[in-house]
């Protein structure tokens, strides 16, 4: 009798998805039983419990019913026992359909203690996150099933539906200020006893470690550059040297397919002209260092997503994916503004950006590391008689500064002036450094490699050795 009743109330009032009674769907009625009950025992477990536990994690209406009522009682600050809470319920106009007084006042008897609160709040939310996944995989089903999708499309909605599932268990929870600072000092601690080591993801550049500390965990931070000044050679420079300092590096370029991005590590690795590459006019001796990088560079754990007009769903997917499977230490993204904010945006370029810078500086907390994406400047710089970048140049949007936590430029003279005095001289301004000081730093250039070294290594040309 009470089952049939149940299983009614659920069809008529419940938006959450339906199970027939034969299907085994994970939930736990003594869990749900116990942790409301817990409550109502000792009212001071409710805020430990309520930062996790939602009314629609409870399976039972009744149980999702009875929380919704708690945690109004706790908003308006209300003294909380069964009593109020009867009253609660029936000013809703609830009471009756959770079972009535005697169903709430046996919540309450037959809980003797309220010490597993939390650990009851767990296993009902655990029970709820299975049941979410089952719903996500009889929609993707769905997709599958809809032949008129484009199969792209169909596995993007797909992602996004799981990342929906799965995304209020990656929020942060709030800590006491005595735990943080027990983190820093341990930081502090080990920064001490450590202090060559560089900070963050190191760059490879000493100078510019020195100034940034490397790459920071959860860090935002634009490369911006005209076209042609070699964002590009730079971002990979540093690919490379994080990798073979030991940093797992996701490189996602929408500005070139995989091939020409291993071309130019390649050409860095080995000294080789890349023209001498791309057409494969390779002597004996430039072959042996071909096969010798190869096999080194088969060693690091550089991975490449060459996909054009990522959205930011996409990315943190993917993201996401590579860091449960290989575990992720940098991102790189060449370039922000490649990337796609969706039909929402088609008429408002501003807010697209926002919209994606917005998102990149969510997946670096998220993820908790950093992101290096390389960034367009406007025209603005070519009419100025200075052509060094300033913030204000930054392409499209006024976000992309306040986002980001580091923004640099990268500037070579030698694109607007042939007859400068250092042709190899590349200079990285630092304007923006939320946690530290901004500066200069001078890099040197070999174009014929694409490579970046730091400005006190002179080009060697390996085929006379």
Same mark, same amino acid.
């Given at each position: 009798m009470h089952a049939v009743l149940f299983l009614t109330l659920r069809v008529e009032m419940s938006s959450q998805p339906y199970y027939p009674p034969t299907q085994n769907v994970p939930f736990s009625q003594e869990a749900e039983e116990a942790v409301i009950g817990s409550v109502l025992v000792n009212p001071a477990m409710l805020p430990t419990v309520a930062a996790f536990l =939602?009314?629609?994690?409870?399976?039972? %209406?009744?149980?999702?019913?009875?929380?919704?009522?708690?945690?109004?009682?706790?908003?308006?600050?209300? *003294?909380?026992? /069964?009593?109020?809470? @009867?009253?609660?319920?029936?000013?809703?106009?609830?009471?009756?359909? +959770?079972?009535?007084?005697?169903?709430?006042?046996?919540?309450?008897r037959n809980t003797p203690t309220s010490v597993h609160a939390e650990t /009851?709040?767990?296993l009902v939310e655990r029970a709820a996150m299975?049941?979410?996944?089952? &719903?996500?995989?009889?929609?993707?089903?769905?997709?599958?099933?809809?032949?008129?999708?484009?199969?792209?499309?169909?596995?993007?909605?797909?992602?996004t539906r799981l990342f929906h599932v799965t995304e209020r268990q990656l929020k942060n929870e709030i800590v006491p200020?005595?735990? &943080?600072?027990?983190?820093?000092?341990?930081?502090?601690? /080990?920064m001490m006893q450590n202090q060559q080591e560089a900070l963050g993801v190191p760059t490879g550049f000493k100078d510019l470690d020195s100034l940034l500390g490397g790459l920071q965990k959860s860090d935002f931070i634009i490369f911006a550059g005209r076209p042609g000044m070699g964002k590009t050679s730079f971002l990979l420079s540093v690919v490379l040297n994080a990798a073979r300092a030991g940093a797992r590096t996701a490189v996602f370029t929408m500005e070139m397919a995989s091939?020409?991005? +291993?071309?130019?590590?390649?050409?860095?690795?080995?000294? @080789?002209?890349?023209?001498?590459?791309?057409?494969?006019? @390779?002597d004996q001796r430039e072959w042996s260092r071909f096969v010798e990088a190869i096999g080194r560079l088969g060693e690091l754990s550089i991975f490449i997503d060459d996909t054009p007009a990522l959205n930011p769903v996409q990315l943190r997917t993917k993201a996401r994916r590579l860091q449960h499977e290989h575990g992720v230490d940098l991102i790189v993204l #060449?370039?922000?503004?490649?990337?796609?904010?969706?039909?929402?945006?088609?008429?408002?370029?501003?807010?697209?950006?926002? /919209?994606?810078?917005?998102?990149? =500086?969510? %997946?670096? =907390?998220?993820?908790? +590391?950093?992101?290096?994406?390389?960034?367009?400047?406007?025209?603005?710089?070519?009419?100025? *008689?200075? =052509?060094?970048?300033?913030?204000?140049? %930054?392409?499209?949007?006024?976000?992309?500064?306040? #986002?980001? #936590?580091? +923004?640099?430029?990268?500037?070579r003279d030698v694109v607007y002036n042939e007859a400068t005095e250092f042709p190899n001289q590349a200079d990285i301004l630092v304007s923006k450094h939320r946690n530290g000081p901004t500066g200069t730093i001078s890099l040197y250039f070999e174009k014929s490699i694409t490579k970046f070294m730091d400005a006190a290594v002179r080009n060697i040309d390996l085929s006379e050795l």
């Open positions: =939602k009314p629609d994690d409870f399976f039972l %209406l009744r149980h999702s019913y009875i929380w919704q009522a708690l945690l109004g009682l706790m908003e308006s600050d209300t *003294h909380i026992d /069964y009593l109020t809470l @009867i009253e609660s319920l029936r000013g809703s106009g609830r009471l009756d359909a +959770v079972g009535g007084e005697v169903y709430i006042i046996g919540l309450f /009851y709040g767990r299975r049941r979410r996944l089952m &719903a996500a995989a009889d929609e993707i089903r769905g997709l599958a099933l809809n032949e008129t999708m484009p199969i792209e499309e169909v596995v993007t909605s797909a992602e200020i005595r735990e &943080a600072i027990s983190q820093y000092f341990d930081r502090i601690e /080990y091939e020409q991005i +291993v071309q130019r590590i390649i050409a860095m690795e080995t000294g @080789i002209n890349m023209q001498k590459l791309r057409l494969g006019q @390779i #060449d370039y922000l503004q490649l990337m796609n904010g969706g039909t929402t945006f088609e008429n408002n370029r501003v807010q697209e950006i926002s /919209y994606i810078s917005r998102h990149m =500086k969510e %997946l670096a =907390k998220e993820m908790n +590391v950093p992101i290096l994406s390389a960034a367009q400047l406007s025209r603005a710089v070519e009419q100025r *008689h200075d =052509k060094r970048p300033i913030l204000s140049d %930054l392409r499209e949007s006024g976000s992309l500064e306040q #986002d980001t #936590d580091v +923004v640099m430029f990268l500037y």
